[in-house]
């Protein structure tokens, strides 16, 4: 494998250098699960203090299942597959962005929810919780705010978990 890599073979080979040559992505992935865990405890938090109930299990969920036993698992199951490939990109090329890792994380997050907020007009419109009135329609400034929110939670623990994106093996001598 590491030869693969010196001859510039392999996927980091065709992508002409994209992907951080430090790139992990076991440690991406353990990163991205607990960065999806900080996010739903923020959402938690904010939809006990804030009156407007954005739950993203149901966002995700529901649009595959109308049951109430069965979208919130759907929607879990969802959010941490988005958690764990959103981790591997920023493993790939998260190093870029400027600051210390859990800023870096931050700073990925936010450009990421920023550019998926444009399909917020087509969810507010389509998708079958809003249209029921389940869930508030989203294109509003609280819903913005706890996306926000929940963004930073999730970029910050996954930038701080998953680091600098290289260990350093220290060798340990008893004598």
């Known amino acids: 494998m590491t030869e693969n890599r010196d001859r510039g073979d392999g996927l980091r080979g065709?992508?002409?250098?994209?992907?951080?040559?430090?790139?992990?992505?076991?440690?991406?992935?353990?990163a991205g699960v607990l960065g999806a865990v900080a996010y739903l405890a923020e959402m938690?938090?904010?939809?006990?203090?804030?009156?407007?109930?954005?739950?993203?299990?149901?966002?995700?969920?529901?649009?595959?299942?109308?049951?109430?036993?069965?979208?919130p698992l759907l929607g879990t199951a969802i959010h941490f597959a988005n958690g764990v490939a959103l981790a591997q990109v920023y493993g790939a090329v998260g190093r870029r962005l400027?600051?210390?890792?859990?800023?870096?994380g931050t700073l990925f997050t936010q450009i990421e929810n920023s550019l998926f907020w444009g399909l917020v007009p087509f969810l507010d419109r389509y998708h079958p919780a809003i249209r029921s009135g389940e869930l508030p329609k989203m294109n509003r400034p609280i819903p913005f705010a706890q996306q926000v929110l929940r963004h930073i939670a999730y970029g910050a623990v996954l930038g701080a978990t998953y680091g600098d994106g290289k260990y350093e093996v220290r060798s340990t001598k008893y004598e």
């Open 98 to 104: 400027p600051g210390p890792p859990w800023l870096r």
């Open 44 to 71: 938690a938090i904010d939809l006990r203090l804030i009156a407007c109930p954005t739950n993203d299990l149901m966002l995700l969920g529901r649009p595959f299942s109308a049951n109430p036993r069965v979208w």
């Open 14 to 30: 065709r992508l002409g250098g994209l992907i951080d040559r430090d790139y992990d992505p076991r440690r991406a992935a353990v």
